[in-house]
Each structure stands twice: as C-alpha cells, then as structure tokens.
C-alpha cells in the first residue's frame, strides 16, 4: 500500500504546483490592472492599510 500513499503525495504535489503557477499569474494580471488604471497594487486584506 505504500505506493498508494506515494501517488496520493505526487498527485498532491503536482495540484499544489498547478494551484501556485494559476495564483502567480492572476497576481501578475491582477496588478496590470490596477496599473492600467493608474492605481498602486492592491495591498491584499492582511495589510494594515487593506480592507
């Protein structure tokens, strides 16, 4: 059973580096928009000066 578990880590690993490339290039499309629109990046909800 051990290369069930080891599959399921694999599987895991690739979803994690899909998730991350996706998130990498909405960040990149999301700050091009706010400089379009002659505003600074969006400083997210955990910064002081956030939401």
């Not at 996706?22 to 002659?38: C, H, L, Q, T, V």
């Amino acid at each position: 059973m051990w290369y069930f578990a080891w599959m399921l880590g694999v599987g895991f690993a690739i979803l994690f580096a899909i998730l991350n490339a996706m998130w990498g290039e909405n960040e990149e499309a999301r700050d091009a928009a706010f400089a379009s629109r002659g505003l600074p990046p969006d400083p997210g909800t955990d910064s002081p000066v956030g939401h």
